[in-house]
């Protein structure tokens, strides 16, 4: 890693042998999510996060992506690898310095492409975005509760906040320039059923429900399952609401869709967008909130 640091802007390895550094890189790094200041190896795993922000080192991986051919593939299947563990690394009782870190090497990542940004990419943060500000996780004081086979017993989950979701609107906001329209072009087509993005995005276009899920188990689960198209651009509205200028326009088009599930699915999530608190969207898209009244109506 300290390399990187005295052969910037490269590396002084051949492609292959650059992408599994990243690769023990990335897996050095996952460690982060369970390894509190108080644990004896967060300083070394720290100061490769550290690294990464300060010497931009992930820059590396999107050269290989504008560059590379034959390793291009790999290079974008690391890059989203290494957003997604710096995503989930953050933790509630991390110092700040950490999320910090964390934001900075996504932007600089993302900042460093010259051109189309893969969506694989733009996926990895909003799935971040699609779970919302706040998770639910396991409670130590109910696993503690049933072993004394207490009576009255805690609730099972707690809610938390969702470390990832903050990072990741960080993000959204500091590259909301570069990836505004790219972003904007993904949600398009998920909800305009684009044959290649739903091919090539891990994002559901359906809800839950429409494949028939049922939400059994815990809440973090059901959570999980929830996580598409609509609870994404919902999200959104709250981080970078310009990024929706032109997706408000694709919902609305669905409110006199002859498919009875997509007309449904664009009325509830117009309705969630106007009756929000943290929504303008009913004064900017004054044209969409008649149609959605006159649909929400009957008429």
Known sequence: MELFYVYAPSPPWDDED???????????????????????LFDLYFRILEMLSEIKIGVVLVDLIQTAKESRKRAEETLQELIKTLLAGVH?????????????????????????????????????IGQGPILYVHNPEYSKAVAKKKKELPPKEVQQTNCAY???????????????????????????GDDVIVRETSISCFESEEWGVK?????????????????ITYELHRIAPNILTTVIGTVASSLVSGDVAARGRATKLLGKLFGARTSDVARRFGPCFREWLMRSMGK
């Open 215 to 231: 939400k059994k188990g815990t809440i973090a689960a059901a959570i999980k399952e929830e996580v598409n198209v609509y609870s």
């Open 166 to 192: 903050l990072v990741a609107a960080k993000v959204i906001r500091k590259a909301e320039d570069k990836i505004s329209s790219p972003m904007a072009a993904l949600l398009n087509g998920l909800l305009g």
């Open 92 to 128: 509630v009782d991390h110092p700040p310095e950490v999320r910090a870190h964390a934001e900075n090497s996504i932007v600089s990542c993302l900042e460093e492409f010259e051109s189309v940004i893969p969506i694989g990419v733009l996926d990895e943060l909003l799935l971040a």
């Open 18 to 40: 650059t992408l599994s550094i990243f690769d023990q890189t990335i897996r050095q790094l996952g460690n982060l999510a369970h390894c509190t200041p108080s644990n004896k």
